[in-house]
């Protein structure tokens, strides 16, 4: 079982960059195919990216494709999600996630969730 926290939100200016982090313990993050989702207050839960287990691939939704992307440091047991050039609407409580197969995009795959991190994007 891996437990993972999430940390690096914060309030920013639209056009401005963010670097959420997602540290794991318990079980190293190479054993999971990993996930990041963001959730907006009345709004459900919704899929940003996915990294694969390997690292060798990854998806992003239409919504931040070409402005975030996600990586994976195995040695630090550690998965980023970098965002830029944030717009208000990708004000949320982002959430990563640990799926046990190469490849997960639904979040349905999804065994193991951080409690999220706040990101606030002002205009």
């Known amino acids: 079982q891996v437990q993972l926290v999430e940390s690096g939100g914060g309030l920013v200016q639209a056009g401005g960059s963010l670097r959420l982090s997602c540290a794991a313990s318990?079980?190293?993050?190479?054993?999971?195919?990993m996930g990041w989702f963001r959730q907006a207050p009345g709004k459900e839960r919704e899929f940003v990216g996915t990294?694969?287990?390997?690292?060798?691939?990854?998806d992003y939704a239409d919504a931040v494709k070409g402005r975030f992307t996600i990586s994976r440091d195995n040695a630090k047991n550690t998965v980023y999600l970098q965002m830029n050039s944030l717009k208000p609407e990708d004000t949320a409580v982002y959430f990563c996630?640990?799926?046990?197969?190469?490849?997960?995009?639904?979040?349905?795959?999804?065994?193991?969730w951080g409690q999220g991190t706040q990101v606030t994007v002002s205009s």
């Open positions: 990294i694969s287990r390997s690292g060798g691939s990854t």
């Open positions: 996630a640990a799926a046990q197969r190469p490849w997960a995009r639904r979040n349905t795959e999804y065994a193991y």
């Open positions: 318990g079980r190293t993050v190479s054993s999971y195919a």
